[in-house]
């Protein structure tokens, strides 16, 4: 076009739940289950090559694609659930499921590719996440396609707690966007006493069977000081350039009103 032009559209969405709940001596169980309706002019703006990405979390939103300038144009539905058991004792969530789909009455081909929310069956959204007690954490997320076959993508988290030692992995794996990449990271912090702490986390990228980086800091803080001294050591993915290597020292003040900080 040669010329200034506008287009003025609108999106009309319908939000609607039932929670549901049943408790005992020791657990209160919740099922909650959700649908999203959304109803909006055929038009959508071209950004199937955005690598915006859909989620458990996002697809129930009004603007769930992120773009300020265009609109999901059709209908579509986004539904599922969440079932969550709670400790009533220390008001710990033992054990959180949550799983959606979207079905689109036709296809739109101008969406994001990201968990096949242009198609007219989406992936199957899920994260399931774990916690037995204070010393074990679990969690996982993925996007299985609508073959149950193929996964877009998957992220499994663990964190582990000894006395004052926490040690936590982080495994990401994604195969729907034209950035495919996978890595393994892992944190683990001692903490000394109130005031002193040592930590050390490294990342390996799996895609490329190289690690990244590795950083190892100890750390004095009390109410007005937080004193810092890192070494970082980062990694390049051509094997024959030199890795970044460095020390840093950090000093902060904080302030006696925190609110402020």
Known sequence: KNKESSYVSGLVQFNSSLPLSKSNKNYTKLLNPKLALKIAPNYTKDY?????????NNIYSLERNAEIDTIEGGLSIAYGSEYSVINKKNSLDVFNFKIANNLRLNENNDLPRN??????????LNEVA???????K???????KNNFDDINYENFITELKINNL????????QNESYNKYSYLTNTTQLQIDEFNSLSFSTRKNKTKDLTEYYKLSYQYKNDC??????YNKEYYSDRDVKPDEGIFLKLTIIPFNKEDY
């Open 166 to 173: 926490v040690t936590s992995f982080d495994y990401y794996n």
């Open 48 to 56: 199937r090559n955005k690598d915006n990405k859909i989620d458990i």
């Open 130 to 136: 774990f916690q037995p007690n204070e010393l074990i």
């Open 115 to 124: 968990s096949q929310i242009d198609e007219k069956i989406s992936s199957i």
């Open 138 to 144: 679990i969690n996982y997320k993925s996007s299985i």
């Open 225 to 230: 000081l937080l004193a810092s001294i890192e």
